[in-house]
């Protein structure tokens, strides 16, 4: 009997060539690690052997994987008619999103609770990110060069080092490998004069494969921020525009002696304009004044593998990111800050035994910061040592990882994460984990001019998880609740300098219960998902026990698809507690609930037009206080890829 989940599509009872362990059905290993991967009634089968990286640096099925993982792939992309990759993110467990104003305004992400920065993201293997601000510009990434998005949730710097508090995130740009050229393409206009397009080419002949591609979106925006409380003539009522411009390549080849060979360049460029403010300390007016920013991302990356003997895989990669941005004000040049990260790694995996894999890697990053703003210090060097050992036994699957890295600012950190696994029936399977991380401070925290604390030291955290998951012919479903401790958290304190600025005055405790379930009933795809946190501020004083900024209570998302002949149809709601702005919780942001709906329809097997109402009940909400998000808002695309 054929599962009815469409992530289960193609597999059976009794097809041997799936069968992990004999007492486990094949589809409920997809899950039982808590691993998801979005349906899409029209895609291409997927299977348990499918790989994924993210959660343990090497290749592994998705069936293996004992981390709370989320694949995103491109059928879900262009299924959900997402026009950024916040769009996609949202829907994630435990991932929440501050927006500064709509369409290509600042973003922030907080996973299970952490900070915004507490999140590493890789873009091909490389990391990404600016080094001054610690954040990076997902508002700026374009997601129709995208392939498919990996979001590994719970700590892992055991095996990235600085940044994974809250996890990882990795997106893999649009790669080829199919017989012959394969053009692809898509333009799209809707509300506020809203156009995007994109096109590309993708192949290969068996040795070797590339993709090219190119994106381009702008907008007029909305007007990103609404009147200032104290005096609202500060802020002016317009439209604040966004336009981005972007190119991927990415291409590979294999040697008849099994070496492979591949390399990715990726280049963004954006135009924002927003409604900026100052304080004139001097006269203790505030003042408004007209800004717009340019920002470019570069991530160029190469990687060779390569097998010298049957059991032993040395996999090389090194990769460079540059996040350039310049800021105007009134149309004159104000400041520019450039940052550059330089990275390096070499792996090492040896197959011990079938199901046990001991992995040994060295990790080298350099990163620099140039800027109009005269920074304490423009540079510093890690390097990080990591082993981790995956195995299996009878019902029991483990994952065991140590790292060591060293700091040229903050001297040595040892980090590690222990994950276990039991299969309590054929198709329920229990797990457990424990992890730490650190996070060394940005060079905005530590040498910003007027703000910045060269005497901070690095957050530290560790964290508890247990897990239940299954999947039944009926259906998928998966429970994980943890608590992550954080200390040293960096926060800001007015008691430094005339200004005050960030310091190691934080501690935090963040508990947290994800639920996970989809079926197919009726004809239609159920996927929802809910996210229920306690993020407490656990530092002494008037703060203690109020809840972290910007972290909503309660997430909760339902997504309902059908395709009916030559048609699809399908709806989603998201939904989000109150949460507060500020550490003292005395800026309440409330609680929305928005309603997208959307539908396409196959003019041919390669064409087809989508159309989309987002914000359906023209909800008037914010994620972030004062900030305005869009209204009800049409969008209308038509697609080509060539079979």
């Not at 104290?230 to 291409?251: C, H, K, M, Q, V």
């Not at 001097?282 to 991530?299: C, K, L, M, P, Y």
């Not at 981790?388 to 019902?395: A, K, N, T």
Request: proline share 4%; aromatic share 10%; no cysteine.
């Amino acid at each position: 009997m054929q599962y009815p989940l469409q992530m289960s599509r193609g597999w059976h009872d009794g097809d041997p060539t799936l069968i992990r362990k004999p007492f486990i059905r094949p589809a409920a290993l997809a899950l039982l690690g808590g691993t998801s991967v979005s349906p899409f009634l029209a895609a291409a089968p997927l299977t348990l052997d499918e790989q994924v990286v993210t959660a343990t640096r090497s290749e592994q099925p998705v069936r293996a994987s004992l981390a709370a993982t989320t694949v995103i792939d491109r059928e879900e992309i262009e299924r959900s008619q997402a026009q950024s990759v916040p769009d996609l993110l949202r829907k994630v467990p435990g991932v929440t999103l501050s927006n500064n104003g709509g369409p290509g305004k600042n973003t922030t992400l907080f996973m299970r609770g952490t900070e915004s920065d507490h999140v590493l993201v890789l873009i091909n293997g490389v990391k990404v990110g600016s080094v001054s601000a610690g954040l990076t510009a997902f508002q700026d990434l374009p997601v129709e060069l995208i392939e498919r998005i990996e979001v590994v949730r719970g700590p892992r710097s055991s095996l990235y080092g600085s940044e994974a508090i809250g996890g990882v995130i990795q997106i893999f740009t649009r790669k080829g490998g199919k017989e012959g050229a394969k053009p692809w393409f898509s333009a799209g206009y809707g509300t506020h004069d809203s156009y995007e397009g994109s096109a590309g080419v993708s192949g290969g002949d068996g040795k070797a494969w590339y993709s090219l591609g190119v994106s381009s979106q702008d907008t007029d925006g909305i007007n990103a921020k609404k009147p200032e409380r104290f005096d609202p003539t500060i802020y002016e009522p317009d439209s604040d525009g966004y336009r981005n411009n972007s190119g991927n390549l990415r291409a590979g080849y294999r040697f008849d002696n099994g070496l492979e060979l591949d390399g990715t360049a990726l280049r963004s460029q954006a135009h924002n304009d927003y409604d900026g403010i100052y304080d004139e300390w001097d006269t203790g007016r505030r003042v408004g004044f007209r800004s717009n920013s340019d920002v470019e991302q570069t991530v160029l990356g190469g990687r060779a593998r390569y097998s010298p003997l049957e059991p032993w895989t040395v996999t090389l990669q090194v990769g460079r990111n540059d996040d350039k941005s310049k800021d105007y004000r009134d149309g004159a040049f104000d400041t520019r800050i450039d940052t550059r990260r330089d990275s390096a790694a070499w792996l090492n995996d040896f197959t011990l035994a079938d199901g046990h894999v001991l992995t040994a890697g060295v990790d080298w990053q350099h990163e620099q910061v140039s800027s109009t703003k005269t920074f304490g210090r423009d540079s510093r060097l890690n390097r990080g040592w990591f082993a981790q050992y995956l195995g299996e036994h009878g019902r029991q699957d483990w994952q065991l990882s140590l790292r060591r890295d060293d700091n040229e600012q903050f001297g040595t950190h040892d980090t590690g994460n222990a994950a276990w696994g039991y299969a309590l029936t054929d198709a329920v399977r229990f797990s457990l984990s424990y992890g730490t991380a650190f996070k060394a401070p940005s060079f905005n925290e530590l040498y910003y001019p007027g703000y910045g604390n060269p005497d901070l030291d690095a957050e530290t955290s560790e964290s508890f998880e247990a897990g239940l998951a299954g999947q039944h012919d009926w259906g998928r479903w998966s429970i994980n609740a943890y608590r992550t401790h954080v200390d040293d958290l960096i926060a800001y304190d007015s008691t430094l300098g005339l200004y005050g600025g960030p310091n190691n005055i934080g501690k935090a405790r963040i508990d947290g219960l994800e639920l996970v379930l989809g079926s197919q009933w009726l004809g239609w795809d159920w996927n929802a998902n809910a996210t229920f946190l306690d993020p407490q501020n656990r530092e002494s004083g008037a703060n203690s026990g109020n809840d972290l900024p910007r972290r909503a209570r309660e997430v909760f998302n339902l997504d309902l698809d059908r395709r009916i002949g030559r048609f699809g149809i399908g709806a989603t709601l998201h939904a989000e507690g109150r949460s507060y702005n500020d550490l003292a919780n005395r800026e309440r942001v409330a609680g929305y609930a928005t309603v997208d709906l959307r539908g396409e329809y196959w003019l041919a097997e390669e064409w087809r037009l989508q159309a989309k109402v987002t914000n359906l009940l023209d909800a008037d909400y914010e994620t972030a206080l004062d900030y305005n998000q869009p209204g009800q808002a049409v969008f209308f695309t038509v697609r080509y890829q060539a079979l």
